[in-house]
């Protein structure tokens, strides 16, 4: 119904519902990888540990989190989420996500920082933060991660047990790979802490935002005035209604010249956007309402409608140099930020965006696959007990076809996630280098997915799309990640692109380098 949570468990998982007295199962182990694609010794160790895991503690909570899901506090964190994150940090369960170049990366920013008259107290918190194990997670490849993000997929809201969970991650990859080290103190530690919560505000109501230079959201650099003003309309802002949100990142449009000479030319269409760090709450920002997804509202972590309206942001002092040092400190304003809202500099939207949205896509890819391996099992355990027509719902022709079918889709969309994950790898984790298997991933995880949770949905009859199974909010996810992150046309475009470009240049090699190069 509207405005109700996601429903994740129900009466079928206790005794006497539709499994004969037994708990609904989780989702079972896959079929083993193929050579080169599975886990690495140290990740199948920590599979191991967070199969287990989820068996005997998150599937457990379910019942707990659904009819929290339906109360009056739905927004507010799932009752005994913050102790399952503790037990998943004790067991080294924690920033599953992070690879261990990224956070080598941090720990060197970290390091290598001047951050001048706070550089003692800064040191010394670093020096804590570069100390503690479990900040860093385990420093896995995308590779090896996809094996872990599989089995949180069954349960939508255990990736957050892990801090694994998006945006978050999205948002901690951008901090992570783009900001200075005072953002990422302000910002990405407390991430990775799992202290806070955060959301991203790119989609807009108002125009195509598959296309992403349709954006209208506007950012007014005013550099004399040493400041940035927001205005626009985002929706479809996950994690803007949790109340442990504390920091939005907004993507807009340069709309002044601010510290541009009048003369220059305009720059290209995408150079003109810029992403910043919005603390939250901000005087201008509004969270508007809360959107449904096929009629839930995903409660804690919500999807938003947010409204900027001149929300104003202090830029830092420029850098002194040693000529002006001694002036420039005592006219500095007391109320200048310690960190820049600008992440990598103005007009580097569109790059960063890219390099953020590709690992994330990969993220709900992997657990899309885990969502329909649940499907599946629930599929099979109703299909093996439910009786109809003097037999077995299991013994029929029709019905082993669909199983078989929907396990023939997870397959194919594992192996293609696994291999856009090994890709990912061998770029260095930079998604230009790996778009083609992304996008493929994209288009083949959601529907696979979907498909076999129809299965599922078919088998279970009017308990398959009702709040007594996790069928009906799993089928909600998967459909919408076909729209989520770029919808399928897009990616299928980048596929056919390469393709043709892939066509031409064998061409052009045949012909000894003399095509024509303006045709695809």
């Not at 299991?394 to 890709?423: I, P, W």
């Not at 083609?436 to 009859?461: C, E, M, N, S």
Request: glycine share 10%; aromatic share 4%.
């Amino acid at each position: 119904a509207s405005g109700g949570g996601t429903s994740l468990a129900g009466p079928l998982a206790v005794a006497g519902g539709a499994y004969g007295g037994a708990s609904p199962p989780s989702s079972p182990r896959p079929p083993s990888s193929p050579p080169g694609l599975g886990p690495s010794p140290k990740a199948a160790a920590i599979l191991a540990e967070l199969r287990a895991f989820i068996r005997d503690r998150v599937v457990r909570h379910e019942a707990v989190a659904d009819a929290h899901s339906r109360s009056a506090d739905r927004w507010h964190p799932i009752p005994g989420l913050e102790e399952l994150k503790r037990e998943a940090k004790a067991r080294g369960l924690w920033n599953l996500w992070l690879p261990r170049e990224l956070a080598e990366r941090v720990r060197a920013t970290l390091l290598l920082a001047s951050p001048g008259a706070e550089a003692a107290e800064a040191a010394e918190a670093d020096a804590a933060l570069l100390a503690d194990p479990s900040l860093w997670g385990p420093g896995l490849s995308n590779l090896d991660y996809a094996h872990l993000a599989q089995e949180m997929g069954g349960t939508p809201w255990s990736a957050e047990v892990f801090n694994c969970s998006a945006p978050d991650t999205g948002n901690m990859e951008v901090l992570a790979r783009c900001g200075d080290a005072r953002q990422q103190r302000r910002w990405l530690v407390p991430l990775l802490r799992g202290e806070i919560r955060s959301c991203f505000a790119m989609t807009e109501p108002a125009v195509a935002s598959s296309d992403a230079t349709n954006m209208e959201a506007t950012i007014c650099f005013e550099g004399e005035r040493g400041r940035i003003v927001l205005n626009g309309t985002k929706w479809w802002t996950s994690g803007a209604l949790d109340a442990r949100c504390r920091l939005c990142v907004f993507m807009g449009k340069d709309v002044a010249s601010g510290s541009r000479p009048p003369s220059s030319p305009p720059p290209a269409k995408h150079r003109r956007h810029s992403m910043i760090l919005v603390p939250m709450p901000s005087p201008g920002l509004t969270v508007r309402r809360a959107l449904t997804v096929f009629g839930y509202d995903d409660a804690p972590h919500g999807h938003a409608e947010v409204t900027f309206e001149n929300v104003t942001l202090t830029l830092p002092p420029p850098p002194a140099t040693s000529s002006s040092s001694s002036s420039s400190a005592s006219s500095s304003p007391a109320s200048s930020p310690s960190y820049s809202p600008v992440v990598l500099g103005r007009g580097r939207g569109f790059e960063i965006a890219q390099a953020r949205l590709g690992p994330g896509r990969l993220h709900h890819c992997m657990r899309l696959v885990g969502a329909g391996e649940r499907a599946l099992a629930l599929a099979a355990a109703r299909a093996r007990r439910r009786r109809a027509f003097g037999g077995r719902l299991a013994d029929l022709g029709g019905l082993q076809h669909d199983l078989a079918r929907a396990r023939v889709g997870l397959d194919g969309a594992r192996l293609l996630v696994l291999h856009a994950a090994h890709v990912l790898d061998r770029s260095g984790g930079d998604a230009r280098g790996a778009r083609g298997a992304l996008a493929a991933a994209k288009v083949a995880a959601p529907r696979a997915a979907a498909a076999a949770l129809d299965v599922a949905v078919q088998v279970h009859g009017g308990a398959g799309v009702s709040q007594d199974t996790p069928l009906a909010a799993l089928w909600a996810g998967a459909r919408t990640l076909r729209l989520a992150d770029g919808p399928d046309e897009v990616h299928l475009g980048t596929i056919a692109g390469l393709e043709l470009r892939r066509s031409r240049d064998a061409e052009e090699e045949e012909a000894g380098g003399k095509g024509d190069r303006s045709r695809l």
